[in-house]
């Protein structure tokens, strides 16, 4: 099973006929792995993402399920591009809506245990993993929106800018934003351009500099938010919202998505190689590994 999530990494963002079209589905339309059961009813025995896809409306919901915060693992991160590999090539569905079911968190972003202690051939086959999410994310043909149901730093942020419109739940307890350098991490340039393509250049200047977490009614303020609502309603916005988005004729809404953001993608897609290349040698230096540590064992404090 291993061997064939790390091959369907290499697929590329045209999509087409692979290995994805020997997914199958059951009776209740929520895809089903090989080896991995990911339907309603046995999505605890293993699965990280449920998908439930409505064939009435064309709408599917993509749920994020990795307790205990949704950290963005090598396994998450290949579940979740192989789910949405899946549902662009399923020309029923038009739309995704991305959520969790994790109580007043989103995702916590980048599993940091991925980066910590490991060879630098596991650093990068994790870094490409998230490229690839990223790329399949922004660079979808389908409108995506975000139901931030919690607080999501750094990966979670990056996850939610992705999408082309994003809801979260009008709680000042929960942060969003790039929080890299709290951590003593540089967010890469495509990281960055997201950023700035979402709130301008000066806020995300600020923004990563800083490594603020925004709250909900700041994160709506300076934009990283399109819209606050209670956070019983969040989900059932998203589909109000992805409603009014069907609506628009789909080809011209694709081409002036496509023309938007195809220059941010093509910029990593030119220079892939190389960002793995300095990540690796960024995220493998003494200190940083030292940094990574540190952050650990806070953690585990805080546990205790």
Not at 16 to 24: C, D, E, K, Y
Not at 280 to 293: E, G
Request: charged share 20%.
């Amino acid at each position: 099973m291993a061997g064939i999530l790390q091959q369907s990494l290499r697929c590329t963002l045209s999509g087409g006929r692979s290995l994805f079209s020997t997914l199958t589905r059951d009776a209740t339309r929520s895809w089903t792995l090989p080896g991995i059961a990911a339907s309603r009813r046995n999505a605890s025995a293993g699965s990280k993402i449920q998908v439930e896809m409505d064939s009435s409306t064309g709408i599917a919901v993509v749920t994020m399920q990795s307790p205990p915060v949704n950290s963005l693992s090598l396994d998450v991160l290949t579940e979740f591009c192989i789910s949405l590999e899946k549902l662009e090539m399923d020309r029923g569905c038009q739309g995704v809506i991305l959520t969790s079911s994790l109580p007043k968190i989103f995702s916590a972003g980048l599993d940091i245990t991925e980066m910590y202690g490991k060879s630098p051939e596991h650093c990068a086959e994790f870094w490409k993993a998230v490229q690839e999410l990223w790329l399949k994310l922004y660079g979808s043909s389908m409108v995506t929106v975000a139901a931030v149901n919690g607080s999501s730093p750094a990966g979670g942020c990056l996850m939610a800018t992705s999408c082309d419109y994003r809801i979260m739940a009008d709680n000042p307890k929960y942060g969003i934003g790039l929080n890299e350098t709290q951590l003593g991490i540089v967010a890469p340039f495509w990281f960055r351009d997201t950023m700035v393509n979402t709130v301008g250049n000066r806020v995300a200047e600020l923004s990563l500099q800083l490594g603020l977490l925004y709250s909900a009614p700041d994160a709506l303020r300076v934009g990283l938010v399109d819209q606050l609502v209670p956070e019983q309603e969040v989900l059932r916005t998203a589909k109000d919202t992805m409603a009014k988005w069907l609506a628009i004729p789909d080809h011209a809404r694709q081409i002036t998505k496509s023309m938007m953001r195809k220059p941010t993608i093509d910029k990593l897609l030119s220079h892939r190689e190389a960002d793995i290349a300095n990540f690796v040698s960024f995220i493998t230096k003494d200190s940083i590994q030292k940094s990574l540590k540190m952050y650990l064992e806070g953690l585990k404090k805080r546990k205790n």
